[in-house]
């Protein structure tokens, strides 16, 4: 699932390729892909985009008339720039969006149709698709320290509560955890101050470094790739490769349809993750499906 740096990156393009544009036209390939009726999809037809913005794991065009169009790739979801008029892709195409200048598609390379489109008018209404994590780039150490421990997960589960904190996701927890050198399986009111900060420091360091190493590889060229899976990355995806600190093979947990990635050496005093309790641990502690992750709200 794209997450806040790669949203981020996806923000950066469509300034460049669409604010300040007219939204010609917008269609849909599948009608499963708009998840709302009212205002009518029609309404956002031939309005200029004033601006983007994130919301969440969300990319959010906000137009003329208070009118924004939220768009959730979810897993596979993906955002791709092509001519003018382009032809929506039989297979993997959901939405394409018509500007002067080119088409945005929406597309989306699973069987499993999870990305949504939503259409909503004014600020009240798009802040109800605010899980309402806060913001961890802009969040201080001692909003940081209650936000994580108002309620008591796994260190790994809270990272990525979009309730907690905006944007995180499998792969960059696995990365700011192997920065922090914690355990994915901490438990967040047993974290010590120490502990705590070294958290805060490695969130907001490895979101800020991926966001402006996203953007330098791309410059103002829409990214045509888009994934949780890349070269650079210290333990996501790299189980059974070496860890780029001591060497040591990275460790993996599997549960449900997730994988966290871990350095055993760095993050667990050399303890194996792996034992017969955990998955009875994180049973009550992580949610099954990302379906079921996504649709926490702060209440």
């Known amino acids: 699932m794209p997450e806040l740096p790669d949203i981020e990156l996806y923000l950066h393009a469509l300034e460049h390729h669409v604010v300040g544009e007219v939204l010609e036209d917008v269609r849909l390939a599948s009608p499963f892909v708009l998840r709302s009726v009212e205002p009518p999809v029609e309404a956002v037809k031939g309005k200029h985009v004033r601006?983007?913005?994130?919301?969440?794991?969300?990319?959010?065009?906000?137009?003329?008339?208070?009118?924004?169009?939220?768009i959730?790739?979810?897993?596979?979801?993906?955002?791709?720039?092509?001519?003018?008029?382009?032809?929506?892709?039989?297979?993997?195409?959901?939405?394409?969006?018509?500007?002067?200048?080119?088409?945005?598609?929406?597309?989306?390379?699973?069987?499993k149709k999870r990305a949504r489109l939503h259409v909503c008018r004014g600020e009240s209404a798009l802040a109800e698709h605010d899980p309402g994590g806060l913001e961890p780039l802009e969040i201080a150490?001692?909003?940081?320290?209650?936000?994580?421990?108002?309620?008591?997960?796994?260190?790994?589960?809270?990272?990525?509560?979009?309730?907690?904190?905006?944007?995180?996701?499998?792969?960059?927890?696995?990365?700011?955890?192997?920065?922090?050198?914690?355990?994915?399986?901490?438990?967040?009111?047993?974290?010590?101050?120490?502990?705590?900060e070294r958290l805060h420091e490695a969130t907001q360091e490895v979101l800020r470094e991926w966001v402006e190493r996203l953007i330098a590889q791309h410059g103002d060229r829409f990214p045509d790739k888009v994934t949780a899976f890349r070269p650079e990355m210290a333990t996501h995806g790299k189980y059974g490769q070496p860890c780029p600190v001591c060497?040591?093979?990275?460790?993996?947990?599997?549960?449900?349809?997730?994988?966290?990635?871990?350095c055993a050496t760095c993050q667990t005093?050399?303890?194996?993750?792996?034992?017969?309790s955990l998955s009875r641990l994180l049973k009550g502690d992580w949610p099954r499906s990302l379906e079921e992750l996504e649709s926490l709200r702060r209440k």
């Open 72 to 111: 959730h790739l979810m897993i596979a979801g993906r955002l791709r720039w092509k001519p003018p008029k382009q032809k929506i892709p039989g297979r993997l195409g959901l939405a394409a969006f018509d500007f002067r200048n080119g088409t945005l598609l929406l597309t989306e390379a699973s069987k």
């Open 141 to 196: 150490l001692g909003a940081f320290r209650g936000a994580i421990t108002e309620r008591n997960h796994t260190v790994k589960r809270a990272l990525t509560d979009p309730r907690v904190f905006s944007g995180i996701g499998n792969a960059y927890s696995d990365e700011i955890l192997h920065r922090a050198k914690l355990s994915p399986l901490l438990w967040t009111q047993r974290l010590t101050e120490e502990q705590l």
């Open 269 to 276: 005093g050399g303890k194996l993750l792996a034992d017969r």
């Open 51 to 70: 601006g983007v913005r994130r919301l969440g794991k969300r990319v959010v065009l906000g137009l003329e008339d208070e009118l924004f169009i939220v």
């Open 247 to 262: 060497g040591d093979p990275v460790q993996r947990i599997v549960f449900a349809d997730r994988e966290t990635n871990y």
